[in-house]
């Protein structure tokens, strides 16, 4: 089994940062793209933001040049680095990750529990 924690919501007023982390443990074989998304209330939950094992990024339109996606492979842990943040991101980010188990060697999907961005002065 695997399990990705997000950590890092906070509160926060507009254009501050906030540092996402989401770490992957289990009987991992191996971790491939990982992948930040947001749903905001009311909302539907869109892509924000993803990096390959290779370290090859995307983002969205709306954080291009504002948030940085990054990991370190060592730690099976991706983070998003989030600055001059707005009061359209807040929202409930979540972690993807496509991942890859000692037992099956198949890579699935999986998901974190979001954790809870707040921008608001």
């Known amino acids: 089994q695997v399990h990705l924690v997000e950590s890092g919501g906070d509160l926060v007023q507009p254009g501050g940062s906030l540092r996402l982390s989401c770490a992957a443990s289990?009987?991992?074989?191996?971790?491939?793209?990982m992948r930040w998304y947001r749903q905001a209330p009311g909302k539907e939950r869109e892509l924000v933001a993803l990096?390959?094992?290779?370290?090859?990024?995307n983002y969205a339109d709306s954080v291009r040049g504002r948030f940085t996606i990054s990991r370190d492979n060592g730690k099976n842990t991706v983070y998003l680095q989030m600055n001059s943040l707005k009061p359209e991101d807040t929202a409930v980010y979540y972690c993807?990750?496509?991942?890859?188990?000692?037992?099956?060697?198949?890579?699935?999907?999986?998901w974190g529990q979001g954790t809870r961005v707040t921008v608001s002065s």
């Open positions: 993807n990750a496509d991942v890859s188990t000692i037992s099956t060697m198949s890579s699935s999907d999986y």
């Open positions: 289990g009987s991992i074989f191996a971790v491939y793209a």
């Open positions: 990096i390959t094992r290779r370290g090859t990024t």
